[in-house]
């Protein structure tokens, strides 16, 4: 609802800032991939923005974009970018909120991380990282989380058919079959 | 004048090519004015007025498939008068349709459900009987109308006029008594009948081969090639549960535009029968272990002499099928290549969209030919006899006219292919591989065009991409061939055959959920 | 001490511990690692912590969430809007009838339906939210006072949470798995008699957390285990994204409903409670404090609830009438559109959030104009909460990971989604 955030923001970083927007609500800010960190940094320490609790980070996978109702334009291609990176703030002090989105290309899906800026993202990145394969750049611990670490591929990528399976895993650290493992003295 | 005219739709403006239509306009920003009659590949008639527009300096409402854009031209479409006035047209279509969505075959993807719910969602204000009509009219050999869910848009009317050419059907009587019929002294038997069901906005024409075997919301569309003839007609494959359940014609404006016949929509019968799903060795199934064990095996013997060698390409298999199987001979240096398909049906011929070559890809095969510097025999007109020194074959397909089936008991056959049926059972090895549906790969229609297939559905039991296979074979008997994906084949034959040199290798497309994706018509 | 080899030999049983020498029988003096779940009674919905130990006390303790993972967002990607609603369900499975709300608040956001639901529909999606609220708080409160030893505190609170799962039963058809609200409303009204039952309920609970505050509030064994563990500072709580209950221990003056108001939240009168710590004893009190408020806010809305439709008659949300679906087209084809193609939520992306049990719950959903979302997210507050785990359990010894743990509220559902 508050414009000035969004203005604001254009004022002070007018080269970070692609484009704003505020869809049913919702001020959205699109950034550039190389000044995430500075826009970040100064979303949380302006003595205005104070965005300091942040709320959620997740990707969006356009691939599959065929929007009804909107102009044939807008449908996806190969050279728009495929990813989206979104970025949720609060602040607590002014109750305003911010949503950052940031496209990058399939070539190359790699995003700063603001893991060290808020610690909560540090595992909804690794969440985005395990789901979608975004490399977070300056993260301290990108594993995956939800899933498995012989996991093969990411699935809420689009191209990620939902049935595709994986193929059992070895565990050569265990026992084959604990209760029935040989003990001394018995047979076979 | 220019080539393109800019008017305003609702505000916005676009510049479209001229004699583009409104309604083509509009689509273009998104936005659906909603339509029954019009179709893109059929004369425009304005008959069902449900895309009426108000267009401003013009006092009434006019349809927009037949308005042709003007420059400067301002259109309405969410004005209230042409909003009540297409409200209404649906209405009015809406009062004696009968209640059949349950059972009808449309449902799903039915204009007239998708019109309504996106556009009208009003209540009924009528409450008397609604006009009853025949509902089970056989209209010839393939397909059946329901006279009550007719709309009368005259789709199927000018269908048979245009693509096949042949008068068919026909309106009768008039007012709410209005039906469909056939023309006096005529079936719906044309070549290309069944395209009436695909552009029938309703369930009125249903086609037999299809009515209650599935619901079109469970469907998955994957776009492919029909393997029909060598027209090489776009088409999707609608599909569920690893099973084709029909094929349907899809846009391109260079080949086929929106139709294909009958003949090729029936071609889906034959992804499923006598298929090869396991390796065969002399008679009983085997593992494909073994199977290329005995192969290179038995294939090695003749193999220090490979001009006794000959390899069996097949106009009925994909370009990549073939080029790895010509590399293959090519490396082996062997002596006879052959290539099999059916024999041509002169009588299909008919200038629209049939061909006499049914086989899909029979300039493929050539090209690759040529550009290995075969001289490619086709076995069909091989009726004197085999050469003497041909000892070993390796056939790629089931169809091989013309070679004796006595001969090819004495000789050693290694059989690629995804029927059990013709020389597979005689065969020392059956390989199975996946049939035109299964596999992404590409073939060549008759005017050189080379077209990508998608697989909708993974081959029946072992059955593997016949290139794979004819890369295990290759290994098996010392020569290697290293591609792990049909791009890579492709790549190869691209640099290899010199007319291909500038084709691209399309992404995969993964099947399309019918349910989502709006009605068809 | 033993070495590795012998060591595994006894973990596999294939030796005794008697059979060691003395020099082996002697315990190692380097940091050892002990692993805690998935399959562990104190750790709620599956998680595992594999600590690093010293002696007793935690070095580092590595949470991994994960077990229940059950691919909400690609299986939601598949289904129309009305089919993810039990999905969301099976979420924060304490309190599905809020995680049901969200779903439908943000289907109603894209539709621009927000405000324009009919009166009844709202209170009585507030009622059963408030109710799914104090099942949440009361799971929570009796299940780690149970994990500390306190197993008559657990028996009265679940009977509590029983009487509310029993009405909520009568509301929806199921104690836990309701997916009763839609997008325009809810499914079906309440049952005649509701709210003399409710009252009633609400009269019994009230006594019977009395009861509860006596034996555990100021009981020496449950106050030296849960004071003072598991500090959460004002600050770190911000940062580390912690909302709800949590949050409110440790000062964070938040909440949903009074700070961004949805719904009929703003003419219903209820406190936010405040702690000072942030430790496991604040959390347990803010529990409890809010339990108090949510019985006040259920009997305000009793009062004001009011008369009338519980569904939307928007065209574009609401089904029609069974009479009207097998005798008019137009209702048949509403019917059938309804269900197979979904509620046509125009393209466009947002993100809207309620107050859960845990805190702010919200989802982020992009429409692409058909009948299923293209993309939908659930923000989690479990998931955020967990992550402060490891921070929490820094310096304190194993037997504190069991109120720390309790006390974030973690549901394996909603973490893992």
Redesign the interface.
């Known amino acids: 609802m508050s414009k000035q955030v969004l203005e604001a923001l254009t004022a002070a970083l007018p080269g970070a800032v692609v484009r704003t927007a505020s869809p049913h609500g919702d001020d959205t800010a699109w950034i550039k991939r190389d000044e995430l960190v500075k826009v970040a940094l100064w979303l949380r320490d302006d003595a205005k923005m104070l965005f300091d609790a942040p709320v959620f980070c997740t990707c969006i996978d356009w691939l599959d974009w065929k929007p009804v109702g909107r102009p044939l334009a807008e449908h996806w291609d190969e050279t728009k970018p495929r990813y989206t990176v979104a970025y949720q703030l609060r602040s607590s002090k002014y109750k305003h909120r911010i949503r950052l989105e940031i496209e990058l290309p399939e070539s190359d899906p790699r995003c700063p991380s603001l893991a060290d800026l808020w610690p909560a993202f540090n595992w909804q990145e690794r969440e985005t990282f395990d789901m979608y394969g975004i490399r977070f750049d300056g993260h301290p611990d990108l594993r995956r989380i939800y899933l498995y670490e012989e996991f093969v591929g990411y699935p809420l990528r689009k191209d990620y058919p939902k049935e595709k399976r994986q193929p059992l895993v070895r565990r050569d650290d265990l026992p084959i079959n604990p209760i029935k493992a040989p003990h001394a003295g018995e047979h076979k | 004048m220019s080539e393109s005219v800019t008017l305003t739709i609702d505000g916005q403006s676009i510049t479209v090519p001229k004699g583009t239509n409104v309604l083509e306009a509009a689509k273009l920003l998104g936005n659906d004015i909603s339509a029954f009659c019009y179709h893109p590949g059929l004369p425009i008639v304005a008959q069902c007025r449900q895309c009426l527009v108000s267009v401003e300096k013009n006092p009434k409402l006019q349809p927009s498939c037949q308005q042709v854009v003007a420059e400067g031209m301002v259109v309405h479409t969410t004005d209230p008068q042409s909003t009540l006035a297409r409200k209404q047209q649906l209405e009015f279509t809406l009062v004696n349709h009968p209640i059949d969505c349950p059972i009808c075959d449309k449902a799903g993807e039915c204009t007239l459900q998708k019109l309504y719910f996106d556009h009208d969602n009003a209540d009924s204000r009528v409450d008397t009987n609604k006009v009853h009509k025949a509902k089970v009219v056989d209209l010839g050999p393939h397909i059946v109308l329901d006279q009550e869910r007719c709309i009368l848009c005259s789709r199927c009317i000018r269908t048979c006029d245009v693509v096949a050419g042949q008068h068919q059907l026909e309106f009768a009587n008039r007012g709410d008594h209005e039906v469909l019929t056939t023309a006096p002294g005529e079936q719906l038997d044309n070549a290309y009948s069944l395209n009436t069901v695909d552009v029938c906005p309703v369930g009125a024409l249903t086609a037999k081969d299809f009515r209650f075997t599935m619901r079109a919301w469970e469907l998955e569309a994957t776009p492919s090639v029909c393997n029909g003839c060598a027209t090489g007609c776009n088409i999707e494959i609608h599909h569920k549960n690893e099973r084709a359940w029909r094929l349907v014609p899809r846009l391109n404006a260079e080949v086929n535009q929106y139709w294909m016949c009958d003949e090729g929509r029936f071609t889906y019968h034959g992804l499923r029968e006598e298929r090869l799903a396991s390796a065969i060795v002399d008679g009983l199934p085997a593992s494909w272990d073994k199977a290329i064990q005995t192969a290179a095996k038995r294939l090695g013997v003749f193999l220090k002499d490979p001009s006794q060698v000959g390899v069996v390409l097949s106009a009925l298999c994909s370009n990549e099928d073939n080029y790895a199987l010509a590399k293959l001979a090519k490396a082996w240096g062997a002596g006879h290549v052959y290539i099999a398909g059916k024999p041509p049906v002169p009588a299909r011929a008919d200038g629209k969209l049939r061909v006499a070559d049914v086989n899909p890809n029979t300039t493929g095969v050539k090209a690759i030919c040529e550009a290995f510097g075969f001289t490619a025999i086709p076995t069909y007109e091989l009726d004197r006899g085999l050469p003497e020194n041909l000892r070993a074959l390796v056939m790629l397909g089931d169809v091989v006219p013309g070679l004796d089936a006595n001969k090819l008991k004495e000789l050693e056959v290694i059989s690629l292919s995804a029927h059990e049926r013709g020389p597979v059972p005689s065969a020392r090895v059956a390989l199975p591989i996946a049939a035109w549906a299964e596999i992404g790969a590409t073939t060549t229609n008759i005017k050189g065009r080379v077209q990508r297939m998608h697989a909708a559905f993974a081959p029946p039991g072992a059955a593997l991409a016949g290139w794979d296979a004819i890369v295990r074979l290759a290994a098996a008997t010392g020569q290697k061939l290293a591609w792990s994906h049909a791009r890579d084949v492709f790549k190869d034959m691209t640099q290899t055959v010199a007319a291909w040199k500038d084709l691209t290798w399309q992404r995969d497309v993964r099947p399309l959920a019918l349910r989502f994706a709006g009605s068809r018509g | 001490m033993a070495d590795a080899h012998t060591l595994k030999q006894l973990v596999?049983?294939?030796k005794d511990v008697q059979d060691l020498s003395d020099t082996e029988q002697d315990l190692p003096p380097d940091l050892m690692t002990v692993n805690m779940g998935p399959s562990h009674p104190a750790m709620h919905g599956t998680v595992r912590i594999v600590l690093t130990v010293d002696g007793e006390k935690i070095v580092k303790g590595d949470v991994?969430?994960?077990y229940l993972?059950r691919?909400f967002?690609?299986?939601s990607e598949?289904a129309t809007y009305t089919q993810v609603f039990p999905y969301t369900d099976r979420l924060n499975y304490v309190s599905p009838m809020i995680n049901n709300c969200g779903w439908a608040m943000v289907a109603e956001?894209?539709m621009g339906l927000t405000g324009k639901l009919p009166r009844r529909a709202e209170y009585v999606r507030v009622i059963v939210s408030e109710m799914s609220r104090m099942t949440d708080h009361l799971t929570c409160v009796g299940a780690s006072a149970m994990e500390l030893g306190a197993f008559t505190p657990f028996l009265y609170l679940l009977k509590s949470r029983e009487w509310l799962y029993e009405l909520l039963e009568k509301v929806s058809g199921a104690r836990l798995t309701h997916s009763y609200v839609r997008i325009g409303g809810v499914s079906k009204d309440l049952p005649e008699g509701f709210g003399p039952e409710l009252t009633a309920c609400l009269d019994k609970i009230a006594s019977v957390m009395v009861e509860c505050e006596n034996l555990l509030n100021n009981n020496k064994i449950f106050r030296d285990r849960m004071a003072g563990i598991g500090c959460l500072s004002k600050e770190d709580a911000?940062?580390?994204?912690c909302v709800g209950p949590i949050a409110r221990a440790a000062g964070?003056d938040?909440d949903v409903r009074r700070?961004?108001p949805y719904s009929i939240y703003p003419e219903l009168e209820f406190d936010v409670p405040l702690g000072t710590t942030g430790d496991c004893y604040d959390r347990y009190l803010v529990r409890l404090e809010e339990l108090k408020q949510c019985i006040r806010i259920l009997r305000q809305c009793l009062v004001q609830l009011p008369d009338g439709p519980v569904m939307s008659d928007d065209?574009?949300v609401a089904l029609?009438a069974k009479q009207?679906t097998?005798?008019?087209?137009?209702?048949?084809?509403?019917h059938?559109?309804h269900i197979?193609?979904?509620v046509?939520v125009?393209?466009?992306?947002?993100?809207a959030f309620l107050e859960g049990g845990n805190g702010?719950l919200?989802f982020?959903v992009?429409s692409?104009?058909?009948?299923?979302p293209?993309?939908a997210?659930c923000?989690s507050p479990s998931?955020?909460h967990?992550?402060?785990a490891e921070?929490l359990f820094k310096n304190h010894f194993i037997a504190d990971v069991v109120p720390i743990f309790g006390m974030i509220n973690m549901i394996g559902g909603e973490c893992?989604?």
Request: hydrophobic fraction near 25%; aromatic fraction near 14%.
């Open positions: 596999l049983g294939r991994q969430p994960g993972h691919c967002e690609k299986e598949h956001k894209l911000i940062r580390t994204g964070v938040y700070d961004y065209h574009r029609p009207a097998y005798n008019t087209i137009e209702s048949m084809i509403r059938f559109k197979m193609d979904g046509r125009p393209a466009g992306e947002t993100y702010e919200g982020f992009v692409d104009g058909t009948g299923r293209y993309k997210y923000r998931f955020v967990l992550s402060t921070m893992d989604k």
